[in-house]
């Protein structure tokens, strides 16, 4: 079967891949169409809409412009329509000859089994009317019993730090996979597919969600999927809470209880470091009704960057303005195409941006980093006083920690690398 690209012709017949199309959410005058199994989505004028319905019934360019022309009155030539399409891996065949694929494949999202009637049911009112009544019922419980509220010293439940570390962080990584698997739920329960896998955001390890396909869904909707994993833990964090204020547990229950509402706890602050791509970051960035306000941002600060560090650059030889930009600057403003309100939240964002990356990562240098480079280099040492006589309780524990501490900075670089490669081959290049 042959996988060259065809011509587009007046008599040619184009069969796309299977496209969402909805209206725009801010613009009646435009539509959303893209590939939920790509996450490529693009906002096009609405009479597209009609184009991409009427080449799906299978008829020929020419008839299609005819139709277009006489229902919209609009001059439209299909033929170029169906070559961006292409461009963008939207068309399937021309005239039985199959396009070549989208360089990267379709990725298959997780857990394809789920589909929107088996999920549907955990959005609906009695749902919601449950949640809350738990959660009210363990804010009046922790008002009532103030004790309740969580101690940093609940986090070291038992005598052993690597002990109390690696099931700690066992148990978050429940949490964090419980958290991405509401998000994947709540995105299937409107009908898009989503992926988890890991990332890095600053000096995070992150499990995290794609649900690029979310674009195929209204805003109004959308929000479930943002806020379906704080959702979670706020019910699981209410429901030890309950459990640890009305059960007869035992004190090792009761401390592995506190610890672990404690570690849920310290999930939430996370997702409000909207200067990284955060749940509560994707909320803010649909109320700002803008497309993409962290690339944005994040090309505005190099942006302004570079126009800083003009004055410091050896000037090159006077030349044709390559960027267009009409006021000759040559690092040209990527604000300058958005809308006046998606400018706006843009340039703000871009400062809060800037502001918090720089403080997390000054912070991470001045103190976490040396934290866990002291911690690891104390338990190695417990751990070769284990193999030469030391305690060996002592040396299991430092063990554990390096365990833990140390596959998760493994499992970050691994992850930092690999996501990433395109940069490494652009500085070898270089």
């Not at 010293?153 to 419980?178: E, H, I, K, M, R």
């Not at 001045?366 to 280099?377: E, Q, R």
């Amino acid at each position: 079967m042959s996988t060259q690209a065809a011509e587009v012709g007046a008599g040619s017949v184009v069969r796309l891949h299977p496209l969402v199309v909805r209206p725009d959410d801010d613009d009646p005058e435009a539509i959303i169409v893209g590939r939920a199994d790509l996450g490529e989505f693009v906002e096009l004028p609405a009479v597209c809409g009609a184009v991409i319905r009427l080449l799906g019934e299978g008829r020929p360019v020419a008839e299609v412009e005819a139709a277009v022309a006489a229902e919209h009155d609009v001059e439209l030539d299909v033929a170029d329509f169906v070559e961006s399409l292409a461009d963008l891996d939207f068309v399937a065949e021309i005239d039985g000859i199959p396009l070549p694929g989208p360089a990267s494949a379709p990725v298959a999202g997780h857990f394809e089994g789920i589909t929107e009637r088996h999920v549907r049911w955990v959005f609906a009112r009695p749902m919601k009317l449950l949640w809350l009544a738990v959660v009210a019922a363990a804010a009046l419980t922790v008002l009532a019993e103030p004790g309740l509220f969580p101690r940093h010293q609940d986090f070291f439940w038992s005598g052993y730090t690597g002990l109390s570390v690696l099931v700690n962080t066992a148990f978050f990584s429940v949490v964090a996979s419980v958290h991405e698997m509401m998000h994947l739920i709540a995105a299937r329960s409107l009908g898009a597919p989503a992926r988890i896998g890991f990332g890095t955001r600053l000096h995070y390890l992150v499990v995290q969600t794609d649900v690029s396909a979310i674009w195929g869904v209204p805003r109004r909707h959308r929000y479930r999927v943002y806020l379906a994993g704080m959702a979670s833990d706020v019910l699981l964090i209410a429901t030890m809470l309950l459990a640890v204020a009305y059960l007869p547990l035992p004190d090792p229950a009761e401390a592995l209880l506190r610890a672990f509402i404690l570690t849920t706890l310290l999930c939430l602050p996370l997702q409000a470091q909207i200067y990284m791509r955060t749940d509560l970051y994707f909320v803010l960035r649909d109320l700002l009704r803008c497309k993409d306000l962290f690339g944005d941002g994040l090309r505005y600060v190099r942006y302004l960057l570079a126009k800083a560090l003009t004055p410091f650059r050896k000037p090159d030889p006077p030349s044709a303005d390559p960027t267009g930009d009409p006021t000759g600057d040559p690092t040209g403003d990527p604000t300058g195409d958005l809308a006046a309100h998606e400018r706006r939240a843009v340039r703000i964002y871009a400062v809060a941006l800037a502001l918090g990356s720089s403080i997390t990562l000054t912070v991470f240098a001045f103190y976490g980093a040396p934290i866990i480079i002291s911690g690891l280099t104390h338990a190695l040492t417990a751990l070769w006083a284990g193999f030469h006589g030391g305690p060996a309780l002592a040396a299991v524990d430092a063990a554990l920690l390096i365990l833990v501490e140390g596959g998760i900075q493994v499992m970050f670089l691994v992850t930092f690398f690999r996501t990433r490669r395109h940069w490494f081959r652009r500085w070898s290049r270089t």
